[in-house]
């Protein structure tokens, strides 16, 4: 009984290693919203990702729709 709690607990700190492994591993090769923005082909207007054939009026429609969305709650922006 003792050696099968034993292995256990040797899984669940094992496992525990791997996900702060992975964890740790996410932050150091995360990248910021205007890298990600860059990476998908957009332009960073500041505060939204737009795609490089969105009109003046199209990215100016999509900034207040975002701001509106964040005061709301609906969305959380970086």
């Given at each position: 009984m003792k050696q099968i709690i034993?292995?256990?607990?040797?899984?669940a700190i094992f496992s525990l290693v791997i996900i702060l492994a992975t964890v740790l591993a996410s932050?150091?090769?995360?990248?910021?919203?205007?890298e990600t923005c860059e990476?998908?082909?957009?332009?960073?207007?500041?505060?939204y990702c737009a795609p490089r054939?969105?009109?003046?009026d199209e990215i100016v429609y999509a900034q207040e729709y975002t701001k509106h969305a964040e005061m709301k709650g609906l969305l959380y922006v970086d």
């Open positions: 034993k292995e256990i607990f040797i899984l932050k150091a090769f995360a990248t910021t919203p205007q990476i998908k082909g957009g332009v960073w207007t500041g505060e054939d969105m009109t003046d």
